[in-house]
């Protein structure tokens, strides 16, 4: 069999499809070599939408779809700045916070703790700062 793109011959393809209308009207079966021969003819919108014609779709069934990573870089907040953020803005940043964390558990990880800390250290000078109105002495 041919890859239906590149013309080069194929033991096994990545994928095959069953009964896709050509332009002229006929049914085709067609094997596509690699994602890159896929990604071509995709973009060159020379077949229809194909993906009901797939046989193979088993094989396809646990792909993600890979994210872009954003150009600009997220900056960390400490607790004291968005504690003290109005509500949407907190929101925002929360919402971005969560995204970033989904693409790095470590960062995930040493966020939480790093949050947690500053939690802990606010905490404890708000205690430490009543304390210092009741003066025992």
Not at 109 to 121: A, C, F, G, L, V
């Amino acid at each position: 069999m041919q890859c239906y793109h590149c013309k080069k011959n194929i033991d096994l393809s990545w994928m095959d499809l069953k009964n896709i209308p050509s332009p002229d009207g006929q049914l085709l079966n067609i094997h596509i070599c690699d994602y890159s021969c896929y990604k071509r003819i995709s973009e060159s919108g020379s077949l229809p939408k194909f993906w009901p014609y797939v046989v193979n779709k088993l094989d396809f069934e646990d792909l993600r779809p890979v994210r872009r990573i954003p150009n600009s870089k997220f900056e960390y907040l400490p607790y004291d700045e968005i504690k003290y953020m109005g509500k949407e803005a907190r929101e925002q940043y929360l919402n971005e916070e969560h995204e970033q964390l989904i693409m790095d558990i470590d960062i995930d990880i040493s966020q939480e703790e790093t949050m947690k800390e500053d939690e802990r250290t606010a905490y404890l000078e708000h205690c430490s700062s009543d304390s210092e109105y009741y003066d025992d002495y």
